[in-house]
């Protein structure tokens, strides 16, 4: 089971690392929070204060198009925001 799935790089998120390194990934729907620490800790080597969790649950969505009204459903996944100790950072862009 891949508990990590990937991290989340949005200007939120993006703000939230600069002042209080936190992080955000997107994870297992399965994974506690003790998995996604020991994960978290292992993939990038730092040390993890905080993990905090959130369900976010698809939705349903209607447009109107030429062939008719198009009924989808946006997906369902589980977020993880880290809060990392003081002096900790991760690197996201190291590897490009």
């Known amino acids: 089971m891949d508990i990590i ?3 989340i790089i949005t200007e939120k998120y993006t703000a939230m ?3 209080l390194s936190r992080f955000g990934f997107v994870v297992n729907e399965n994974a506690n929070r003790l998995q996604i620490k020991q994960a978290i800790e292992s ?3 730092v040390k993890v204060e905080k993990v905090n969790t959130q369900h976010y649950i698809g939705k ?3 447009r109107n198009t030429k062939a ?3 009924n989808g459903v946006v997906n369902r996944h589980k977020k993880a925001i880290v809060t990392l ?3 900790e950072t991760i690197d996201f862009y190291s590897n490009i």
């Open 5 to 7: 799935i990937k991290p």
């Open 17 to 19: 690392q600069d002042d």
């Open 43 to 45: 993939r990038y080597g």
């Open 60 to 62: 349903l969505k209607t």
């Open 68 to 70: 008719g009204v198009v």
């Open 85 to 87: 100790t003081k002096g």
